[in-house]
Nanobody, 119 residues
């Protein structure tokens, strides 16, 4: 199992930036990818961005392409989500997640960090 801990959420204005961090501990060597998903009140949890740990391949939801960047610091077992040009519709609880292999889906979760964008 992998334990995930997020940090970096907060309340900012539209157009501002935030950086989320997710530090992993435990069986990190058995992790294929890490990513961020978000859930707004009354809505489903949606994919935001992911990065594979062996090769660093990234993937983004269309709604955040060009504004968000996911990256990793392998030495610190940490994944970051740099969020720029934030919009009110980005308001959500952001969850860090991990995937053991491509067919396992997002199976490990952090507790989430709240991101609120005021207009």
């Amino acid at each position: 199992q992998v334990q995930l801990a997020e940090s970096g959420g907060g309340l900012v204005q539209a157009g501002d930036s935030l950086r989320l961090s997710c530090t992993a501990s435990g069986r990190i060597f058995a992790t294929y990818a890490m990513g961020w998903l978000r859930q707004a009140p009354g809505k489903e949890r949606d994919f935001v961005a992911s990065i594979t740990l062996p090769s660093g391949l990234t993937s983004y939801a269309d709604s955040v392409k060009g504004r968000f960047t996911i990256s990793r610091d392998s030495a610190k077992n940490t994944v970051f989500l740099e969020m720029n040009s934030l919009k009110p519709e980005d308001t959500a609880t952001y969850y860090c997640s991990a995937m053991e292999h491509p067919r396992s889906g997002w199976s490990m979760w952090g507790r989430g960090t709240q991101v609120t964008i005021s207009s």
